[in-house]
């Protein structure tokens, strides 16, 4: 497998964010919501393998499901894609290294941010709803479980929990630019997805998913949605912009000049 250092993966990560700041927005749009649909569909097949497992096996059964889920964001890498999480740790990298503004990035959030939303949802209803994936037995109790458990956490808890989750999936995208080859690629991401899930970390474009897929089955609100959304967005882009973005940048950026 081929290996880029460190150093190289954060001139990749540079380029990479400047060149997602310079996408026209119908391209945005389309990969936007391909990625928020793309992380849905990992979460429902974390739902649809999880959800009629043997009380018995524990925290296996969690683990099954969080082992299936890293699907999303590999094929958002892999076949194309815009996710959020991932552009606030590339997006700020190439800010920090002078290459885009902060209106710049604040566009792309912004836009990526609806886009990926109408993709999660669009799974959520059709998929979810629609085609009873996660409205029907114990695939409706996991769906609701998880959702409570997610809208549960108080605005600290969740903020905090945004920040762990989108440490990992930064340093998914960052292990992702450091492989050549695409098994290389795929086994960066699982690990760090996969761990992040089996800790039960919160992402703002999964929540998109699970929480709407509740709804849709009279199980929760759109305000609790966004009284969730507001501080997983915040933690996640402290994940991803501080966690990933800044320490690397001043690790390998800043101290080279």
Known sequence: MGYNPPQKV??????????????????????????????ALGFLLDVRVSGHMPVEWGSFAGFLGAAVFP????????AGGELLTGNMMAVSFAKFAGRVTWGGLLYNWIVITVANFIGAVFIAYMFGHVVGLTAEGPYLDKTVAIAEAKIG??????????????????????????????AGKILGIWFCIMGFVAVGFQHVVANMFIIP?????GEATWAEWFTNFVPVFLGNAVGGAIMVSLFYWIAYVKAAK
């Open 10 to 39: 954060a001139e990749i990560a540079i380029e990479a964010g400047a060149r997602k700041s310079r996408l026209p927005l119908s391209t945005m749009l389309v990969l936007g919501f391909l990625s928020g649909a793309f992380i």
């Open 71 to 78: 699907l999303g964001l590999i094929l958002s890498i892999i």
């Open 153 to 182: 956490e108080n605005f600290v808890q969740a903020f905090v929990s945004g920040i762990g989750c989108n440490w990992l999936v930064g340093l998914a995208v960052w292990l992702s630019y450091s492989a050549e080859d695409v």
């Open 213 to 217: 897929a509740a709804i849709f089955e």
